[in-house]
Every structure is written in structure tokens, then in C-alpha cells.
């Protein structure tokens, strides 16, 4: 890979960019962290001669604060997501977050079993690990108590909460129709509105349909909407990224998140190509992200192109391919964007 003359990350105007040195080892950083530094040399390098400004960081015009939490400053934050079937097994995963040196935590909420939603809802039913089977104020009921218990362990920190609900359509755990998801939704929302809190924000599945009913909804109750998009299959066409990521600003979403499947380096390429002339068209943070092992470089250099947000493990499973442990994500940041 040839890397005379490209300079990697320029995290701000005005600083100067992490260049490779010849002899790296002389450094005293380990090899493998170069290579990080050099693949996105030689990414930034082919975009650029493509004509993609490639921005080097995350800034943008409308950037959101979530506590201590900003996406879309010059750094991206790092997030560890739960994955606890229960209220007391996510908020041990956010302790971990925290002791991790996380940014925030994303409570998964479409992972929580059906038990659960009984003493939520204060009714007794028989135990089930499908929340499909429960009503859709039920199955609010049990994420709000998983938002409770995970506030609680969070209080003091700083830290964020951003509660998602992946459906199964999209690679999560919530296997309802559309219509069931947005009425469960919107309750949530509503409650979390009376527990100012317990969560700073609400991820909202662009496809699920009423993505800007939503954001109105969440604005009302003090939330941000996360709108997202996310592919487990393939990497859509180019144009076809972009056009969902306006979307989700268009429909008045605070930030627009985009996950998919790539098929080799190829995809991760198009991917963050998609990401940098997102950052430079919208206004909201973009977090852009390429699952599983052909992806790695986006959640450890995503910023570079222009990606708000990176997923990260602490101690618990990934919630998703790719994930690497936030100690390591924090050290490609350091010399992404130092």
C-alpha cells in the first residue's frame, strides 16, 4: 500500500494531521495501530482523487448535546449497548460502560424477555421470551423499567441514555408489524416524557413508516430522535444511502444513522464515501457504520470520514457484528484524533 505523501485524519482546522512515520517502530506504537493509520491514508487517498472532500471529523452545523455526550464535535463519541434480557442485567452492563470510559449507553430495549414486562405492567402472565405477544402499552411498560433501572445506575456520571428498539426486520429482537412498533413507540416516548431522565433520546427505524410523527412526538416529550437505517444483507447503491440519510433529516430527526453489510473492502469504501459527502450535504450528525469484520475500519475510524458515532463492547456481547472493546476503539481515536 503506498502512503508517500497522504496524510491521514485532520480532526480540526487548524491542527496537524497524523501522518505514519517511515520507520514506525521507532514510534513506540504497536504496528497494528500504523496499519489502522495507513488503511485510512490509502481510503482517504482513492476518495480524494474521486473527488470526495473527506472532512476529517465528525463536526457539523447542528450538533447535539446528551448530557456530556456531543455527536457531531470533533471527536466521535463511543457507545456500548446493552444486552441484557432483564432491567437488572442492563443496568450491570451500563455500570460496565461506565467503568469502561464510555461516552453513553444504548439500552436495547427489543432484547428484554416478556418476565420482565409483568412487573412492569403490574399484571401476572405466563413467563415468555416473545415481547411480540404483549400489548403495545405492555411492551412500553417494559422498556420504561429497563430505562429506570439503568438511569438509576447511570446517575451522577454524565452519561446518556439513548433507548432503541430494534426490530427483528432490521436485525433486533422485536418481531411486530409496523404498526404495533409505532404505537409501543410512542407510549414509550410519552413516558419517558414524565421521567424527564431516564433517557436522553429514542432511536426510530426510518422504514417502520411516521418518522416525522414521531419526531414531533419525542420533541414534545424532550427527546431526540436518532432515525436509522440498517442493513444486514448487503450495501445499497450509493444514491440509495444518501437518499435515506436525507430522509432522516428531512423528517426532522437530530441525528441520521446509517449500519449495513458489506460484502468486501469495496462496500466499506462506497459506505464511507456515502458518509463524507453526507457530512458535507447535511447539517445533523451522520454516524455511518459497516458491520462485521469487513467493516472494522468505520468503528475505529469512522470520524475520519465523517461518522458521529462509534458502537464499542465493555465486558458484555456485541450488539452487533464488528464490535470491538472500548479501550481499543479509544486508542485508534487517540491517534485518529490527537
Known amino acids: ?21 517511515e520507520d514506525s517502530s521507532s514510534a513506540g506504537v504497536p504496528a497494528d495501530r500504523w496499519a489502522v493509520l495507513r488503511e485510512v491514508q490509502d481510503l482517504r487517498a482513492r476518495l480524494e482523487e474521486s473527488g470526495i472532500a473527506v472532512p476529517g471529523s465528525p ?22 449497548a446493552t444486552t441484557g434480557a432483564d432491567a437488572a442485567a442492563c443496568a450491570e452492563h451500563a455500570r460496565a460502560a461506565r467503568r469502561a470510559g464510555a461516552d453513553l449507553v444504548e439500552l436495547r430495549a427489543d432484547l428484554l424477555t416478556a418476565p420482565e414486562a409483568a412487573a412492569a405492567t403490574g ?9 411480540a405477544r404483549w400489548a403495545p402499552q405492555e411492551l412500553a411498560g ?6 429506570r433501572a439503568v438511569g438509576a445506575e447511570l446517575r451522577g456520571s454524565g452519561m446518556p441514555v439513548l433507548l432503541t428498539v430494534r426490530t427483528a426486520a432490521e436485525g433486533g429482537g422485536l418481531d411486530v408489524d409496523d404498526v404495533t412498533y409505532r404505537a409501543a413507540l410512542a407510549d414509550a416516548i410519552e413516558r419517558l416524557g414524565r421521567e424527564r431522565g431516564a433517557a436522553a433520546a429514542v432511536d426510530v427505524e426510518l422504514a417502520r413508516g411516521d418518522l416525522p ?57 462506497r459506505l464511507v464515501g456515502v458518509a463524507a459527502r453526507a457530512r458535507g450535504e447535511l447539517d445533523i450528525p451522520v454516524v455511518a457504520i459497516a458491520m462485521g469484520e469487513a467493516g472494522v475500519l468505520t468503528r475505529l475510524a469512522g470520524g475520519v470520514f465523517g461518522s ?31
Open 213 to 269: 410523527r414521531l419526531v414531533r412526538l419525542a420533541r414534545r416529550a424532550g427527546l431526540d430522535v436518532v432515525a436509522s437505517s440498517h442493513d444486514f444483507a448487503a450495501t445499497p447503491d450509493d444514491v440509495e444511502m444518501l437518499r435515506r440519510l436525507h430522509a432522516m433529516q428531512d423528517a426532522g430527526a437530530a441525528v441520521a444513522k446509517l449500519a449495513v453489510t458489506p460484502a468486501d473492502l469495496a462496500d466499506v469504501g
Open 59 to 80: 463536526a457539523c452545523a447542528r450538533p447535539v448535546t446528551w448530557r456530556r455526550a456531543t455527536l457531531g464535535g470533533p471527536v466521535p463519541m463511543v457507545a456500548v
Open 142 to 147: 417494559l422498556w420504561l423499567a429497563a430505562a
Open 1 to 21: 500500500m503506498n502512503t508517500d505523501g497522504i496524510r491521514a485524519a485532520k480532526p480540526a482546522a487548524g491542527t496537524d494531521s497524523t501522518e505514519v512515520p
Open 123 to 131: 399484571r401476572a402472565r405466563a413467563a415468555t421470551t416473545m415481547p
Open 308 to 338: 458521529a458515532l462509534t458502537f464499542a463492547t465493555a465486558g458484555s456481547a456485541a450488539s452487533a457484528p464488528g464490535q470491538l472493546p472500548v479501550a481499543r476503539v479509544r486508542e485508534a481515536l487517540a491517534l485518529l484524533h490527537s
